[in-house]
């Protein structure tokens, strides 16, 4: 398929019409009503389904949208958790000082002074924002995506400058 863009993750069926809840996972609801033809990938990447967006509504903090040729809940239930995918080519063009999230993953983490501090493993939605998830030299940690610690991102060299707060990386993710 090319390069795409995750847009967002059907979580459940709503109501009886076939109407799926989806978690957004783009800055505006809005963006549903432009799309027309996208692309359903499962949760392990092994299958794909092409669909187009019969219509699309905003509902709480999450989009109800309808397909074509999906009419009833359990036309949805095989596709929870699946994401919904578009070519990079129709994604919207981004604001200075606006990345795509998944732009961010294997960036590497640089502090003023030019100390390599960790790559960039994955990013996510914590309670209290965007987060990175970093591996270091001492383990796995997370790093806030805020401008006062990501002070400087440049995609082309791959490389993000951060002001980390004092004894940030010296904390490791611990699974019990």
């Known amino acids: 398929m090319g390069a795409s863009i995750a847009v967002g993750i059907i979580r459940k069926p709503h109501g009886i019409r076939g109407e799926a809840s989806v978690e957004l996972w783009t800055n505006s609801a809005d963006r549903f009503r432009k799309l027309k033809a996208v692309t359903l990938v499962s949760p392990d990447e092994s299958e794909t389904r092409d669909l187009r967006i019969e219509s699309s509504r905003a509902h709480a903090d999450r989009v109800l949208i309808k397909f074509e040729g999906i009419e009833s809940p359990d036309d949805l239930r095989g596709l929870q958790n699946w994401t919904i995918e578009i070519p990079a080519s ?18 590497t983490l640089f502090d003023r002074d030019g100390n390599e501090r960790g790559v960039v493993n994955e990013v996510y939605e914590g309670g209290s924002g965007i987060l990175l998830n970093v591996t270091g030299p001492k383990g796995e940690f997370d790093v806030p995506f805020a401008e ?8 082309k060299k791959k490389r993000i400058v951060v002001e980390l707060p004092e004894g940030l990386d010296d904390l490791t993710n611990v699974e019990d």
């Open 90 to 107: 129709k994604a919207r063009k981004l604001e200075k000082n606006e990345y795509f999230l998944h732009d961010l993953v294997g960036l």
């Open 148 to 155: 006062e610690i990501c002070t400087e991102i440049n995609l």
